[in-house]
């Protein structure tokens, strides 16, 4: 984990405590924007790394029968709004997996409302499906 308060740690921050702690996969959670309408969980990887996105897959199909959101799908970075993804492609050379989620679309009231129950549970239920994912991929 980067970080465990709303503070901004910077790539190349982040890079250097993967790299510290050897770690095994990255992936970077967000909540969506967008319109009013829009609703349900995406995943994205790398288009510069296809090898992460079986990683994504397996993520995405985890999380989205977790939570029970709609499936939008995996999608490589340069069909994201802002263009390719630095978190996803920095640094080049390392072989860990890769991918971020967007949960949910945090300006859809009425897809947070779906969601069922207090933000807690579905923090523990995102959680899970991200542990979930995880074991599928690895194996264990």
Same mark, same amino acid.
């Given at each position: %984990?980067?970080?465990?308060?709303?503070?901004?740690? $910077?790539?190349?921050? *982040?890079?250097?405590?993967?790299?510290?702690?050897? !770690?095994?996969? !990255?992936?970077?959670?967000?909540?969506? $924007?967008?319109?009013?309408?829009?609703? $349900?969980?995406?995943?994205?990887?790398?288009?510069? *790394?296809? #090898?992460?996105?079986?990683?994504?897959?397996?993520?995405?199909?985890? !999380? !989205?029968?977790?939570?029970?959101?709609?499936? *939008?799908?995996?999608?490589?970075?340069?069909?994201?709004?802002?263009?390719?993804? $630095?978190?996803? *492609?920095?640094?080049? #050379?390392?072989?860990? /997996?890769?991918?971020?989620?967007?949960?949910?679309?945090?300006?859809?009231?009425?897809?947070?409302?779906?969601?069922?129950? /207090? %933000?807690?549970?579905?923090?523990?239920?995102?959680?899970?499906?991200?542990?979930?994912?995880?074991?599928?991929?690895?194996?264990?």
């Amino acid at each position: %984990m980067t970080r465990t308060s709303d503070t901004a740690v $910077g790539i190349n921050d *982040r890079w250097q405590k993967g790299q510290n702690e050897k !770690v095994d996969a !990255v992936i970077s959670i967000h909540w969506n $924007g967008g319109s009013t309408t829009a609703n $349900g969980t995406e995943t994205y990887y790398a288009q510069t *790394r296809s #090898g992460d996105k079986s990683f994504a897959q397996t993520l995405q199909t985890a !999380v !989205v029968a977790a939570l029970g959101t709609k499936d *939008r799908g995996v999608l490589d970075d340069t069909k994201a709004a802002v263009g390719s993804l $630095g978190v996803l *492609r920095y640094p080049s #050379g390392t072989t860990y /997996p890769r991918a971020l989620i967007e949960v949910e679309y945090i300006t859809n009231e009425a897809a947070l409302a779906n969601l069922d129950y /207090p %933000m807690y549970e579905a923090s523990l239920d995102f959680a899970a499906g991200v542990l979930n994912g995880l074991k599928n991929y690895f194996g264990n």
